[in-house]
């Protein structure tokens, strides 16, 4: 029997990866057999107070699913999401003002030391529980999908490539009616862990169209700007001939990209997204149990689609407050299971991580330590 390329990418970055002991099964906390053959489930811990997390706009539909799910689990949790965008995460996380953060890229080695106050003198850690395609979504009157390569992506962005009908496009489309018409590019105005993934792919891909290092603000003056997903997308609906780069699940009725992945042009698919997730490497020297990526940005694979973001729970590694960290490590581990990443996947269309990140975000929460211990009996 012959085995895919992306089977065996696949099988060799697993090789390479934290490896996972069968013992470590244990910490998922699979349910056992009963006497009759049944399983048989611990009743969890009861989770009651408010509880707040901001950060990465990406994230919204999915955490909307999430804490619904949650919340039928855990009916006197209050909990509260605002999608400020990643920049404004990590900073509430890391002043210690919210349960947990949410961001597009992993916090850096700054943040990671300046972590220790917010955590209880522990740490913070990154763990991946969204996997989506970044699209690159225009407005085009009965054009629904477009061929790209990086190349041309950045040189739109940099406004040298400024009108639809540009050769440039056109050899790449040969069947399509381009219309003579300007472009307008639009960009996140906000500090977006989405910006910074999109530059880092252009700056990756095409590092000639645009030689700006990867950056979570836009890095040139001018042009159109709008806060947050909704506002750059609601921005080219209303915008003929606009341009943007969004979180796919927001871009549903928008015309898309296609771009050039080797010598083919390949559309966004969550399993293209997660495909590139799959073979890339682990950023080294973190904090136990830290789960943060390099993505592999130059994939030349066609079942890969390497526009992709990765975004992040940002959570403690210890907590003072016992119920607050007792609500995190039950919430981290709903919304790495089965039933959480299914939701997600179903109302936001990300793409469902796989089961070696499932056992290993519900490790990283079991690890998670609560200063104030039960030392009743």
């Not at 219309?179 to 910074?196: F, K, M, N, Q, Y």
């Not at 966004?268 to 799959?278: L, N």
């Not at 994939?299 to 390497?306: E, L, R």
């Amino acid at each position: 029997m012959s085995t895919s390329p992306y089977t065996r990418l696949v099988a060799a970055a697993t090789a390479g990866a934290l490896l996972v002991p069968l013992a470590g099964c244990a910490a998922v906390g699979l349910p056992g057999l009963g006497a009759e053959g049944e399983p048989s489930v611990e009743p969890g811990p009861v989770i009651v107070g408010e509880f707040h997390g901001v950060g990465a706009s990406s994230q919204e539909t999915a955490m909307k699913a999430w804490i619904t799910g949650f919340q039928e689990r855990h009916p006197d949790a209050a909990i509260s999401y605002d999608p400020a965008g990643s920049g404004d995460g990590r900073e509430a996380f890391l002043t210690g003002d919210t349960a947990f953060g949410a961001s597009d890229v992993a916090l850096s080695d700054e943040e990671m030391a300046a972590s220790g106050p917010a955590c209880d003198g522990g740490n913070a850690i990154d763990l991946p529980v969204y996997i989506s395609p970044i699209a690159v979504a225009f407005n085009l009157d009965g054009i629904d999908r477009l061929n790209l390569s990086s190349d041309v992506i950045g040189r739109i962005f940099t406004g040298q490539i400024t009108r639809w009908d540009d050769p440039a496009i056109a050899e790449a489309n040969p069947e399509a009616e381009l219309p003579a018409l300007d472009i307008t590019p639009v960009h996140r105005s906000d500090d977006s862990g989405t910006t910074e993934n999109f530059t880092d792919y252009l700056h990756e891909t095409a590092p000639r169209a645009w030689p700006h290092e990867p950056d979570g603000l836009w890095p040139l003056a001018g042009g159109f700007a709008a806060e947050g997903t909704s506002g750059v997308t609601e921005t080219v609906r209303s915008t003929p001939g606009g341009v943007t780069y969004a979180d796919a699940s927001a871009t549903t009725d928008l015309g898309r990209v296609a771009i050039k992945v080797g010598e083919e042009y390949v559309p966004y698919t969550a399993d293209a997204a997660a495909a590139v997730v799959d073979v890339s490497p682990r950023i080294e020297n973190r904090y136990e149990h830290d789960l943060s990526f390099v993505l592999d940005r130059k994939i030349d694979k066609p079942f890969a689609y390497p526009m992709v973001l990765v975004s992040y729970l940002v959570v403690c590694s210890r907590y003072e407050d016992r119920a607050k960290g007792t609500f995190v490590k039950e919430f981290v581990e709903y919304v790495a299971s089965p039933e959480g990443q299914e939701r997600a996947a179903a109302a936001a269309g990300s793409a469902v991580i796989s089961s070696d990140l499932q056992v290993w975000i519900a490790e990283a929460a079991d690890a998670i330590y609560l200063t104030q211990q039960r030392t009743d009996g």
